[in-house]
């Protein structure tokens, strides 16, 4: 499985992206999708998931209330609307895939996915 993340920038606080993760070469209704962040000096971190079928979905409490993770499945695609932007928002941002069919506890760990992506940088400027 390929996975390719757009859409990231530059934005001042306050201001909005949405992020982009294009699959290919596999069944994308097999795998659960997550984005993880890692900003500068920082370990990689877990921001959102969500199921095979998207009707479930997690995320990490410093986001919540202003990220959305969705996803389209007849286009191969997760998205993450990313509102209110903070300038500790600034990180690559990675997509993943992993095998679990809904979120759990576990879901958060990098090591239940399976593929990832190059990441996209997002940048907020205070």
């Known amino acids: 499985v390929q996975l390719v993340e757009s859409g990231g920038g530059l934005v001042q606080a306050g201001g909005s992206l949405r992020l982009s993760c294009a699959a290919s070469?596999?069944?994308?209704?097999?795998?659960?999708m997550g984005w993880f962040r890692q900003g500068p000096g920082k370990e990689r971190e877990f921001a959102a998931v969500?199921?095979?079928?998207?009707?479930?979905?997690y995320y990490t409490d410093s986001v919540k209330g202003r990220f959305t993770i969705s996803r389209d499945n007849a286009k191969n695609t997760v998205l993450l609307q990313m509102n209110n932007l903070k300038p500790e928002d600034t990180a690559v941002y990675y997509c993943a895939a992993g095998r679990f069919t809904r979120p759990t506890m576990e879901s958060v760990i990098p090591q239940q996915y399976d593929y990832w992506g190059q990441g996209t940088q997002v940048t907020v400027s205070s």
């Open positions: 969500i199921s095979r079928s998207g009707s479930s979905t």
């Open positions: 070469g596999g069944t994308f209704t097999n795998y659960a």
